[in-house]
């Protein structure tokens, strides 16, 4: 299973949000590819990168911080944030990006997201957002009467390579990942899930592991990395089941 440190960008910095607030920031970095640097000298296989400002106006907003992160490492990226046509997905990919992640436009633009896989097969991740199991588009500002295995079982068949399953409560807060609800929705569907949300302690990291066996490729972690409270060459370690 493998470990994807995120790099969340705001402003062109890099933060941490708590539960997708916008107002509740902890900067970690001024310069993000220095943090893309650190993770990818530790060990890391593959970086998640947010445009949260791309999340909240619904267009590319970060731009050049992505392409510094681009330029200083040769991991594989996966970005999302913000993407909402064919145009902005295939300049990301031109800029050299490996995964887009497309969130809110697979609720409001399934068609899109139909292209973008037939287009670029193998490179379209699906984003679902829960909170309280709803899912929450638009940066998180808006839920829908629509359950995660709901959303994404309209897209079994669509060659998705991988949905990253987010709950919002989770996020930031360093209060554990949502076990239940991530095997519950990676158990209902055939497509690979990448956890994601309050992944904090060897511990969790483990547990998330084990989840392997219902179709869980892979998690996502963030806070925890930066305050110091989880070591991601120990985590890497026992994600691979060599610990």
């Known amino acids: 299973m493998i470990i994807i440190p995120a790099i969340d960008l705001k402003d062109g910095r890099c933060v941490r949000l708590k539960q997708g607030r916008m107002s509740d920031e902890t900067i970690f970095s001024n310069t993000p590819e220095d943090m893309a640097v650190r993770w990818f000298e530790q060990g890391a296989k593959r970086l998640h990168l947010v445009d949260l400002d791309g999340a909240f106006q619904g267009k590319p907003v970060n731009k050049t911080a992505i392409e510094k992160i681009i330029r200083a490492v040769p991991v594989p990226i996966q970005l999302g944030g913000g993407i909402r046509d064919m145009d902005t997905i ?4 031109d800029l050299g990006l490996h995964y887009l992640i497309l969130g809110t436009a697979a609720h ?11 287009k670029f097969p193998g490179q379209i ?6 909170k309280d199991d ?3 588009l638009e940066g998180w500002t808006e839920e829908i009467v629509l359950t995660p295995v709901e959303l994404a079982k309209r897209f079994e068949g669509v060659s998705i390579t991988a949905i990253i399953y987010t709950d919002i409560h989770r996020d930031g807060m360093k209060t554990g990942p949502n076990v239940d609800a991530t095997r519950a929705l990676a158990t209902a569907i ?6 994601s949300g309050g992944i904090s302690t060897i511990s969790d990291v483990f547990e998330v592991s084990t989840l392997s066996e219902n179709g869980v490729m892979g998690m996502i972690t963030g806070r925890a990395l930066y305050d110091g409270s989880l070591d991601l060459v120990e985590a890497i370690r026992v ?4 610990n």
């Open 190 to 195: 055939q497509i690979p899930v990448i956890a």
């Open 90 to 93: 295939k300049a990301y990919f």
């Open 239 to 242: 994600a691979e089941g060599k």
């Open 134 to 136: 709803r899912v929450a």
């Open 125 to 130: 991740l699906l984003g679902i957002d829960a």
């Open 108 to 118: 409001k633009d399934p068609e899109l997201v139909e292209e973008a896989c037939y």
